[in-house]
T-cell receptor, first 112, second 115 residues
Framework: GENVEQHPSTLSVQEGDSAVIKCTYSDSASNYFPWYKQELGKRPQLIIDIRSNVGEKKDQRIAVTLNKTAKHFSLHITETQPEDSAVYFCAAQRSNDYKLSFGAGTTVTVRA | SAVISQKPSRDICQRGTSLTIQCQVDSQVTMMFWYRQQPGQSLTLIATANQGSEATYESGFVIDKFPISRPNLTFSTLTVSNMSPEDSSIYLC????????????FGEGSRLTVL
């Protein structure tokens, strides 16, 4: 099955700085890569996703890049704010398979 | 989008007992799942709840321990049977927004503590 590795496990950044989280996947058949944000005590929520036919996608302060050859994808948060503090999970899904494989998560803390 | 209601939101249970978690969705959905999130850990898929048939369990999860019902396209239950402290987790119901590739919507979760 698909194996998704996520780094780092924790990340502390100064408010206004950028944060980068990296994930690698093992199955070359994976073609959908979402990112979920889980605030403390809340449900995970989708913040951005990318499909294998594009290399980059941006939505305001967040962006995701995908390198299919290297089988890795990254989440970039610019101009971080205290409300960005949360656990972020990457995930991968193979084509024609409804199941998502999640990474271990990254706890992001934005220092004011 | 889908609005998912789960109950109970939290419970404290005694070892050896069973607890049933309910999941109600505000619209009919084809794909419904149950996840477990152990403290400080990632999301692990327990099973896919199939309407009108037996659930499909992932490796490491069995029907006797986690029986699931899915009587219709808007409702499912997960029972955690014969609980032990190792079952202390958050259990999350989730649904796929569309097709088989797309946004996964989660319920708020049910936080179980087993003493």
């Amino acid at each position: 099955g698909e194996n998704v590795e996520q780094h780092p496990s924790t990340l502390s950044v100064q408010e206004g700085d950028s944060a980068v989280i990296k994930c690698t996947y093992s199955d070359s058949a994976s073609n959908y890569f979402p990112w979920y944000k889980q605030e403390l005590g809340k449900r995970p929520q989708l913040i951005i996703d990318i499909r294998s036919n594009v290399g980059e996608k941006k939505d305001q302060r967040i962006a995701v890049t995908l390198n299919k050859t290297a089988k890795h994808f990254s989440l970039h948060i610019t101009e971080t704010q205290p409300e960005d503090s949360a656990v972020y999970f990457c995930a991968a899904q193979r084509s024609n398979d409804y199941k998502l494989s999640f990474g271990a998560g990254t706890t992001v803390t934005v220092r004011a | 989008s889908a609005v998912i209601s789960q109950k109970p939101s939290r419970d404290i249970c005694q070892r050896g007992t069973s607890l049933t978690i309910q999941c109600q969705v505000d619209s009919q959905v084809t794909m419904m799942f149950w996840y477990r999130q152990q403290p400080g850990q990632s999301l692990t898929l327990i099973a896919t709840a199939n309407q009108g048939s037996e659930a499909t369990y992932e490796s490491g999860f069995v029907i006797d321990k986690f029986p699931i019902s899915r009587p219709n396209l808007t409702f499912s239950t997960l029972t955690v049977s014969n609980m032990s402290p190792e079952d202390s987790s958050i259990y999350l119901c989730s649904v796929l927004g569309q097709g088989i590739t797309g946004e996964l919507f989660f319920g708020e979760g049910s936080r179980l503590t087993v003493l």
